[in-house]
């Protein structure tokens, strides 16, 4: 018996509109059964979307709650694998009259319960409530190309240092506890390095990871990546990027306005 249970009465609207909007075609953030997203409650407990619905169509019965500390507690042992992995997602008593099965938290659950046990472990609160991983086509074209592990280690256009600021970057590994355990790893040294948490993550070959404290937050970071793929898919087209230069983000940075529009980014304006 696990601590996963299925509760709709504790999925905020907020979660469902981010939901089916990261899922509407024209973002092309995700199709099918692609991506997952996810609420921190304030009790500590994860909602995140249950394995198999789409994002386009999802609803409030379409997600579950976890114990994120039983779920990181499968990542950390080298021991377990995929199956207890699986397990310990599944809501027990919840089995569907059609044949379904219970209902299971998505197998990608610990890209989202990773960035809170690790920010928690560090002091770091109140910057990530809403997160919403996709697998965006501009995107993943770009991981997935020889200039995967350079493209993102310089910002290139300021409106991306003000969404984004500096994202993380992890090589490809099987969706699941393969890539739950070097993703923990990843976070955990960013928070050592920078004393915060990343607001983008770059999985290789596989898709992003956006984290804010609002679900506007998870949309303004995911559509920016979005852009910034192709600013650089064009860039690398016609000769190489050119990004900006350290004194250049620096300057950018020390304006009194950036720190104005980072936080009504985080209000949702
Ligand atoms: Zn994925």
């Known amino acids: 018996m696990t601590h996963t249970t299925w509760e709709p009465g504790l999925v905020s609207p907020a979660l469902v509109t981010l939901t089916t909007l990261l899922g509407e075609p024209a973002h092309d953030l995700a199709i099918l059964a692609e991506g997952n997203t996810s609420e921190l409650l304030d009790d500590g407990r994860l909602v995140v979307k ?5 994002l386009a169509v999802a609803t409030a019965e379409d997600f579950v709650v976890v114990d994120m500390d039983e779920v ?12 207890d992995l699986s397990a310990v997602l599944v809501a027990s008593g919840t089995d569907r009259p059609d044949g379904a099965g219970p209902r299971r938290g998505s197998i990608e659950t610990v890209v989202h319960a990773a960035v809170h046990t690790v920010a928690r472990d560090a002091g770091i609160v109140g910057v990530a409530r809403f997160i919403g991983h996709t697998h965006p086509t501009d995107v993943v074209g770009l991981l997935a190309s020889v200039r995967a592990q350079e493209a993102w280690t310089r910002i290139v256009y300021s409106d991306e240092a003000v969404v984004i600021g ?5 090589p490809y590994a099987t969706p699941g506890l393969a890539l739950g355990r070097i993703y923990a790893v990843a976070l955990r040294e960013y928070v050592e390095t920078h004393a915060a948490l990343p607001q983008l993550v770059l999985l290789a070959n596989h898709g992003i990871v956006a984290i804010a404290p ?3 937050g998870v949309e303004a970071v995911s559509t920016m990546a979005v852009k910034g793929a192709r600013v650089r898919a064009t860039a690398y087209a016609v000769g ?3 990004p900006l230069s350290d004194a250049d983000v620096e300057k ?8 104005e529009r980072r936080a009504n980014l985080a209000r949702g304006r």
């Open 166 to 170: 500096r994202p993380l970057f992890v």
């Open 50 to 54: 249950a394995s198999g619905a789409g």
């Open 252 to 259: 950018f940075f020390a304006r009194d306005d950036i720190t």
């Open 240 to 242: 190489g990027v050119a």
């Open 72 to 83: 990181m507690a499968v990542v950390d042992d080298p021991d377990t694998t995929q199956a």
């Open 214 to 216: 609002t679900a506007a």
